[in-house]
């Protein structure tokens, strides 16, 4: 690849070029972007969060700064986790999420009345507005290999937590079998495309999605990235067979 382009996909295009398409394709599947995460992973795509909240163990009085955030589910998860913690300890500490992503849209497509201590800030992932060490944890789900310069936003995200926090990133990723990946991806290209163009009226958004998630850095290989940026303790779990990985690290 041209070392001034970057992936869409399978296309290789300049770095203005896919921050504007990125854009447009959040924008556009905005409003059924939690309902079509449920069709295309049965609904599985919530345990994985889970276990990434169950990883992180949030505790009353945290910060945390969700990049990527779209419609703020993993947000009132680690803030939900927290507050029982604070209640069954009778602790009055209060937790913050920060839900930041790059697309407006998605930011105002989550907003719930219910929401509190949740700000939504509209940034670029590697250009985070936050202080030096100011989280406890920094997180981001299925967002990552949709950023421009990811090296750059590993960097951001080191810089913003404070000694001892915690960074965990859920992505799509390559699974731990050839002929487990073969049916994967004769599923991912004939079905999910079908399914953005039925549910949301857009099979380019989809297609791209499921293109992005083949040129994702293996397991390995982005772990070494992880690394790079200054993250100690670096490792990852599969999930599903390699369909998702957790990636996790500590800021020291």
């Not at 300890?89 to 407006?104: G, P, Q, Y």
Request: glycine fraction near 8%; charge should be neutral.
């Amino acid at each position: 690849m041209d070392e001034d382009k970057v992936s869409f996909g399978f296309e290789d295009v300049s770095r203005d070029e896919k921050s504007r398409r990125v854009k447009g394709v959040f924008a556009s599947v905005a409003g059924k972007y939690d309902l079509m995460n449920d069709l295309m992973s049965a609904g599985v795509h919530r345990v994985w969060k889970a276990n990434m909240i169950a990883w992180l163990n949030p505790q009353p009085g945290e910060v945390l700064v969700d990049v990527a955030g779209g419609t703020g589910d993993v947000a009132r998860a680690f803030q939900k986790r927290a507050n029982d913690v604070g209640r069954r300890r009778k602790s009055d500490a209060e937790t913050m999420t920060f839900v930041s992503d790059i697309n407006e849209a998605m930011l105002v497509a989550g907003i719930k009345p219910t929401d509190t201590n949740m700000p939504r800030v509209a940034c670029d992932a590697a250009a985070l507005p936050f202080p030096d060490r100011s989280a406890d944890a920094v997180t981001i789900s299925f967002g990552i290999r949709n950023v421009v310069e990811i090296d750059k936003a590993l960097s951001e995200f080191r810089r913003v937590l404070k000694p001892g926090g915690r960074f965990a990133c859920l992505e799509f990723s390559h699974m731990t079998h050839r002929m487990l990946q073969d049916a994967y991806d004769k599923y991912s290209f004939s079905v999910i495309p079908k399914m953005g163009e039925f549910v949301t009226g857009d099979r380019a958004s989809y297609q791209y999605l499921i293109e992005s998630i083949r040129r994702f850095p293996n397991q390995d290989d982005f772990a070494a990235r992880i690394r790079a940026a200054g993250f100690s303790q670096v490792g990852y779990q599969n999930y599903s067979a390699g369909i998702a990985a957790l990636h996790t690290g500590w800021a020291v």
